[in-house]
Structures are given as structure tokens and as C-alpha cells.
């Protein structure tokens, strides 16, 4: 554990560099780097299932939109909830809940969802797997769109108190890289990436696939859960934003990071960010260099999108070469493999 | 005149059965080049869309419906050509699911190409609008886009046959799509018969934009994007490896919504995505290999 140390360091340190980053910054400006911290949330959250499975999944973001919508019935003050969510369950419009239990409570739905959700996806792979996991994505984003039993339908999650700042985003963010190397150090971690190297000779000495993948489904599904919960207190959530173009954009991040290693997500997750969010900024009129820069709106997402597929291209175990990072000079070792996400 | 099962009439079959006839021609698009490069195309529905705002930019020009029909099919194998050469030559080769990925990445940036060209509203393609008139038929009104489109469908899919099992390029396609390595080394040259798929399907694409444009003339950059997702859906359903299946599953999936979306009052069709994506789960837990394939190979360790 302890030679591996510096697996968890070094995204540790870029994580904390980043928000004390945030801390030096306007207001406005900060949102940006809070978003990115959630962002490194999701983005590790894909880490432990896609990364140590090797198995594709485009559903996660289901997690994230239960955690959201989780997080955000229970902390929307009760007085407010017959304005905003006229026909929500008669168990929900009392219940309420303390902001950082509802980002627990928020975690504990995303991997009981997971966790019910896998017991019958995780036997498959491949295409299907992917086309399968899209499924569980259209599946949560149709109830959740038109269910306003559970939530709002298709208003945005207003009134919801605004308290992911800086200190929880980077905590969260934190906590899951925790999470995410003491996984993939642990015993069921180490079962998963050799199934992911080799699935014949992992089943040959005597491992379940199915089981060791259904554990990472359910740890992700988790700290997704996480991430939304942190999501809806970020900014007004509506369904769509929890949809296909989060989806995109948190898989440009493993994939440009580097699918097969956590040092790949975090490095993945705050480039990506740092370079949206300054496009982002561009599309309002900014200056680098004494250049004014005035870009149209919509150059963020063709950059992203070329990145990505350049980075697919050309170097398809991303920026990392999907390899943690090891200090004092010993030669990069881990998986030389291909990333096959 | 109605069927009284489920309160379907004979119109709402129609439509039911010009949406799977539609989605069958996508299914074909998918399925082929699947077969010799082992890639699914994500970005097949940005190719539509660009064909659909071919059809609206002729449209807004006042160009004869011909000539808009043109225009679409060049724009349409222009892009396909290039989308070939860009990304699907370089990532030849890698595992299904990272091509599933790049492809993916590849519709967001068309479409937010196309968000940036043309904003969100999109523009409309009226030139064929009057296909949406009804032809009435022993006082059951017909569409006469759903008769165009059945029509249209089963000639393609006559002339697809013809080609795939009568001439010498069919026949390679095949080859290469049951064995890419082994034909290759049979004579069989690859980077010709990638792209004669790749064009096939990018004229099929062509067709079904201007078919879908007749049923919706919006167009907007998320167009046909949803339908991607559920031709690719009954792809797999059907089961990918071959071509038949393929189309049988995109024919099914596009039935099954259109009929169930005529047939159900709002209140429960607007949870169609839902229930069809659960089918599709529930398909590829009990069959894996599709609800076609009769075939009895088990992939070996």
C-alpha cells in the first residue's frame, strides 16, 4: 500500500491546487472552479467502474441525475415545495433534510440504484453493455422528465439552497478519490483489473466476474451519487442537464485523461474543465495576452468534441497513457495495455 | 373501419409501419458498416441531420424539390467520405467500444457544428410537405408519406440484396463481414470495400432525411438524433452481425413506438423511451446475441 502512495498523492495535490486556486479568484469566476471539482467527482466515480472494468457505460449519469434529484426533494424548504412541485408523493413534501445529510442520503440512493440496476446489466459486455447502460440512461431521464411525483418534471430544481462553495466541492472531490484508490488497491479492485487484462485466465482462478464488476458498479453508482447531490446545490439542475450532454463531456474527461488509471481521470477532468470553462469565458469577450478574444457561443462543445476525438484517435489511452503517475524516477510501469474503455 | 385490438386503427399502422420501414433503412446504414469495420456508427443520425438541413437550405432557396434532393445526397456522401477518412480509417482496428466512444464524440461535435451554423431552432424544410396529405383509401385516410417511405424501403432493401449476393463487390462485402482478415488475404481489398459500406450507408442516410424531414420539417441540430438511439438500440436487439436480423430489429423497434405512440393517449405515451429501453434490456439479458440470431456458435475462451 504504502509504495503506492504517491498514486493517491499527486491527484490529491492537483485536486487541493485547484481549489485553493479557486479561492484566489472573482466570485464569478470561482463558479467555474466548483463546477470542475464536481466535474473530478463524476469523473472518478466513471474511473472505478470503467476504468478498472474495462466495461463501457454511458449510464452513470442516471446516478447523477437520482443523486440530484435526491439531494434536491429533501433540502427545498418545505414551504416552497407546493410552488415548485405542485404533485410531488405525499412521504416527500414533509421530509426534509440537513444539507450535508442530503448529500449522504444523496450517495446512499445513487448506489442502492447501481447496486439494483447492476445485479442484471453486469452480465453483459462489450456493445451490449454499452447499448444496455444508454438504456438505464434514457430509462431514468423519461420517468424523471414527465414522473413529478418524485420532483419537479421538466422545471428547473429551484430554491434549492445554493451550498456547494468551494470547500464542499473540493471535500467531496476528495473524498472520492479516496474512495477510488482505496478500491482499486484493495483485493476486489486488483480481482476487477484482472478480469478487465484477461477475463479467461481471471475466471480460470476462480473469480466472478460478474460479482467483482456489480461491487465497482455499486461504489460508482455511489460516489455519482455523491456528485449529484453536489450538483443540485451547484446550480439550478433541470433534466436535460443531467442527460446526454453530461454524459458526453464527463467521458471526453476519462477518455482525454486516460481511462485505466485514477491519476488519468483527475488529469483528464481538470483539463477538460480548465479548457471548457475558458471557452466558456471566451464566448463572453475575455483577453489572454493582450488579444481580445470574442468567440461565438457553441465553440466550447466543437473544441471538446474535437479534442476528444483527436485524443481517441491518435493516443487512445489518453494523456496519461492510462498509467498512475510515479514519482522518484522509476519508470512508468502499470498496465501497458491499450485503454479499452 | 377499425382493428379493435388496442384501439389501433389502420392509419396509425400505416405510420407505424413507414416509421419501422424508416428505421429498417438506418438499421442497413448501421449494419453495414458494422460489418466490415466492426464499428457502430453513433454520428449515423448527424448525417441525417446534415442531409435534413441540405433539404431546408435548398428549400429556403427555392430550389425544385429535385434539386434539394440532390443537394442532400451530395452533402450527405460528402460527409460520410470524410467522417470514413478522419475517423474511422485511423481507428481501425481498435475495440468496439472505443470506436462506440469516438463516434459518439464525433455526433456532439457535428451537432454542435451544426448548433453554431444554424442555432438552435434549426431551420424548415417545407419543399416536400405536401407528401403529409392524406390519400384515402376505402374512407381510411393514408398519409402518402407512409406509402412513399414503405415503398421506398422495400425497394431499397430489393436493390440491397440484389447487390450484396449478385455482384463481385456484394460478394466481398460479405466476405469481409464474416471474416475481415481471412478475406484480405483472398483478395478481397479492404480499404475498397469500407468504402463502398461507408457510401451505401451514407445514401441510405440521404433517403431517410428526406423522409423524415416530410414527417418533421423542424429541423434542428439534435434531429434524428433520438432516432439514432433507437435504431441502435434494435440494431443490437436484432443482433448486429448480420444484415437481415439488423433490419428485422430496426424494423421492429420503429413499429412498436410508432404504433404504440398512436395508439396510447399522452398520458402514457410519453413513457414510450422508457418502456421500449426496457424491452431493449430485457432483449439483450435473455438473448445477448440478439433476438435473430439463430445462429449456435459460442464465442470461445
Known sequence: MRRHLEELVVPLGLVVAAALLGTLVSISTQTYFTDTLVKVSIVVALYVFIGNSGVLSFGHISFVALGAWTAGVLTVPTSEKPAIMPNLADFLVHRHASNVMSLVIAAVVGGIAAFIVGIPLMRLSGLAAGIATFGVLEITHNLLTYEERVGPGQNAFSSVPETTGLRQAGIAAVVCIVVAFVYSRSRFGRLLRATREDDAAARAVGTSVYRQRLIAFTVSGFLAGLAGGLYVHLLPVQVNSVYLDLTFITLAMLVVGGTTSLFGAVVGALAVSALDSWLAVAENGTSLFGWHIDLPPGTAEIVVGSLMAAVLILRPSGLTGGRELRLRGVPWRGSASRARA | ?301
Open chain 2, 1 to 301: 373501419m377499425t382493428l379493435a385490438i388496442l384501439n389501433i386503427d389502420w392509419s396509425t399502422l400505416a405510420d407505424g409501419l413507414a416509421l419501422g420501414a424508416t428505421y429498417a433503412l438506418m438499421a442497413v446504414g448501421i449494419g453495414l458498416v458494422f460489418g466490415v469495420l466492426r464499428l457502430v456508427n453513433f454520428a449515423y443520425g448527424q448525417l441525417v441531420m446534415a442531409g435534413a438541413f441540405a433539404l431546408a437550405l435548398a428549400s429556403e432557396w427555392g430550389w425544385p424539390v429535385w434539386a434539394g434532393i440532390v443537394l442532400c445526397f451530395a452533402v450527405v456522401l460528402a460527409l460520410s467520405i470524410a467522417m470514413e477518412h478522419l475517423v474511422f480509417r485511423p481507428l481501425r482496428g481498435h475495440s468496439p467500444a472505443v470506436m462506440l466512444v469516438a463516434t459518439f464524440a464525433v455526433a456532439f461535435l457535428l451537432q454542435s457544428i451544426a448548433l453554431l451554423w444554424f442555432g438552435a431552432l434549426g431551420k424548415i424544410a417545407f419543399s416536400l410537405a405536401f407528401l403529409n396529405r392524406p390519400w384515402t383509401i376505402s374512407s381510411v385516410d393514408i398519409r402518402k408519406i407512409a406509402i412513399v417511405a414503405i415503398v421506398v424501403a422495400i425497394v431499397c432493401l430489393a436493390l440491397l440484396q440484389l447487390l450484396l449476393t449478385r455482384t463481385e463487390i456484394g460478394l466481398h462485402m460479405r466476405a469481409a463481414s464474416m471474416d475481415f482478415a481471412t478475406s484480405r488475404m483472398l483478395g478481397v481489398r479492404a480499404n475498397r470495400v469500407i468504402s463502398f459500406a461507408v457510401l451505401i450507408s451514407g445514401a441510405l442516410a440521404a433517403i431517410v432525411a428526406v423522409m423524415l424531414t416530410v414527417q418533421n420539417s423542424q429541423v434542428t441540430p439534435d434531429f434524428a438524433l433520438r432516432d439514432t438511439i433507437v435504431v441502435l438500440a434494435g440494431v443490437v436487439v436484432g443482433g448486429l452481425n448480420r444484415p437481415v436480423p439488423a433490419t428485422l430489429g430496426g424494423f421492429a423497434i420503429g413499429f412498436a413506438t410508432g404504433v404504440l405512440g398512436g395508439a396510447l393517449p399522452t398520458n402514457q405515451s410519453q413513457y414510450i423511451p422508457a418502456i421500449v429501453f426496457a424491452a431493449v434490456i430485457l432483449v439483450l439479458l435473455v438473448r445477448p446475441r440478439g433476438l435473430f440470431d439463430f445462429s449456435r456458435t459460442v464465442e470461445r475462451v
